[in-house]
């Protein structure tokens, strides 16, 4: 006799009663043998998101996906090992500069990444626009590459936490994705057995991010941070804004291009102040004080670090980034200041523009893309270029217009509305 | 482009709004066609199980499952139609003495029933313990015996609500099988499909019952009196208690025995309460006045119709009914009242003797169940026969005696507490 069945378990959680630590291990090991349905997994999933889990059951839950594959280990390394995550959010482009960057101070960066799905990029669709960039790497591969260069990008691979990766597609067609303890479980899982001694969350709030209002950010960060921290993980959270996109582009090459701009010192000025800040926490994270990024920008020792870390996996650095094929402008409307521009627009733009991808197997266009000319608190005049919209595939203006309909406000200079900080809080 | 999608009808319940008409019947088409898999239809029913449905979506959910399929029509019979569905309780053999009693009373009886999954009884496997009776009609079949004999009891054929039956085998192993909306909008769509012109209801309520509390038995009730009034049926409810079970026997050929006792003018004094009053009610809705069913019992004319009845399907009136191998005694443990008679316990017991089945696909014994020599208000004497167990494998009497552990109370003479009534209510 099992020690358990699926439909006990979907009643337990129905009913609003907390699962037993024997109930998850059996549960999630059941469901990655194929002994649990999809159909009961998917029931189960809206009964967590509806009535919630507590701290204790998120952490067994976490544990369980965990044991579901390997765990990789860096305790072998010289340096010592720090990884960043961010929610993801619009123009979100932060590990590309991030990575060679704290590599660049000292700390190994492993960084597992995923592809986009939705309205925002994924990291690894932005590097494979890169000339002969390859995401997918053996353990071995990665451990050789971190050794060597200290930052290394690239796909998970299927033997880390296979309950998470199963769960995850089931969410997405389930109407589930939206469950902070399946969430956080899902990150935590992979980072945990991804093997990094410190790990620094960024977590967005607002419009464009998954997380629509603060408390729920805070709650979804909080959780994280507890569950790393429990896990031997050095792990802390900054909560940041995602209302507006970051810097001045969301699309594969174009974020590329504009992550260079910040590793060769210049850049949008937010950019620069997130790559900074959560390379300080990275840092702080991993035990190394008394060395500056801002240094390693300046000295161009994170512009080599990128170089290397590119190269190592095929990458053609000379090379010249793709450039779509159409633009079409959009002026601004009026004399005054852009008081507003909507990540979510912007992100449902770029997405239409074939930066994203509708379903897993799509593929996404490198060159396709949002510009914007202006960032919210800076003064516009009638006419000028407001936003250039970059794409293969002219047909898909009208679309990514219409998403862009209300998604700015240019007000009249003087009238300028309070800006929302980028960060907003750090929770450790 | 679909009018909607799973996901986007899924978050919406999720979120607590209303669907709309047109989502609902996009859903539950799309669920039939296959485009719906059943891991998002477990999800929707789960958001359902948690969020509720006001009365509107509840009547176009079950119109959906209607026109999933094909409805018949009995208005070219010469007599009018009343059916009678009970939700389900323990030694609840009423159906059998009913259908010919109504019968011959004038009106015609379209019973289409169920076999039993867990601890309540199935009318189909009830009858099945008749040697030769078949459970399988054509949809001529049945008119015709309807026509001939007045009174059918047969399975179900799968043009009828065939979302229904995709959905209930789902709502099975996936923990939703206890959402009001969707328990009414199942029994409803198919009696509505069924094509009777008067309904009759019968709501079980108590330990044994699916709705252990009057309130959510009246909720249930009340729903589907309204669907099926506004569907132009003539419905009426009994709220009837389950907390005792019926009669004096649970099981399949114990059950037709006691029937057969009813149908002879004898039989125990509640099952021919609730037959006559069920009866009552059938009569009522179908518009025949002037007609006492005690009457038909006692002049034997309903015997006649459930003798016909049988041999219709194939049944051997005159053969005598199979009995168990192996009979195990409960001795009453002191002198006293019995003052409680748990139902849950007793379906439970007969269940685990081999009289249910744990899953669709198992068989059960003809024989097996529980007899009861004594009703809660009966006194007893120490070391009299309280219970008779029958079963094919002696085996199965240890489980069987464990869940009949604290199932039943016998308390000193003078000290008996107030018995339930049977009929608690009638909702019309």
Redesign the interface.
Known sequence: MPLHD??EV??AK?DGHPLSDSQIDWMVDAYTRGEV???????????I???GMDRREIARWTAAMIASGERMDFSGLSRPTADKHSTGGVGDKITLPLAPLVAACGVAVPQLSGRGLGHTGGTLDKLESIPGWRAALSNAEMLAQLDDVGAVICAAGDGLAPADKRLYA?RD????VEAIPLIASSIMSKKIAEGTGALVLDVKVGTGAFMKDEASARELAETMVALGTDAGVRTVALLTDMSTPLGLTAGNALEVRESLEVLAGGGPADVVELTLALAREMLAAAGVDGVDPADRLADGSAMDAWRRMIVAQGGDVDAPLPVAREQHVVLAPADGVLARLDAMAVGLAAWRLGAGRARKEDAVQAGAGVEWHARPGDVVAAGQPLLTLHTDEPARFERALASLEGGYDVVPEGSRPALTPLVIDRIA
Chains 1, 2 share one sequence.
Do not use: C, K, P, Y
């Open positions: 699926a439909v979907i009643v129905r349905a999809d159909e009961q997994m998917s029931a189960l999933t809206m009964a998101l509806l009535n089931l067609v389930t109407g589930t």
